[in-house]
């Protein structure tokens, strides 16, 4: 069912509406099913590599390099919380940076 919930997200309170175990099972589903595909495609990508760079400004020295599966999930998460932007700052969050 679809409800209502606050929960907290690294340092972020976020109002949502979603079945969040649903979710949060979904995204760490489609985790471990990248992270069995790094042997062979490797950890980082151009848009992982990109995010990485470009966050590192932004957020600075609290910024860790995060993966192309770890981005993938995280991605996932930020879209399930309706109105969250794909950002440095939201991934630096959900990522407890």
Do not use: P
């Not at 995010?51 to 995280?74: D, F, H, Q």
Request: hydrophobic share 35%; aromatic share 8%.
């Amino acid at each position: 069912t679809i409800f209502k919930e606050s929960f907290k997200v690294g340092s972020l309170l976020i109002g949502i509406e979603c079945n969040y175990f649903g979710d949060l099972f979904k995204c760490n589903d489609e985790l471990l099913k990248c992270q069995e595909s790094e042997v062979r495609l490797g950890k980082f990508n151009e848009i992982s590599d990109g995010y990485n760079r470009n966050c590192s400004r932004e957020i600075g020295a609290k910024w860790s390099n995060i993966t192309r599966c770890e981005l993938e999930a995280v991605i996932c998460l930020i879209n399930k919380m309706k109105g969250l932007e794909v950002n440095c700052e939201n991934i630096a969050d959900v990522m407890h940076l």
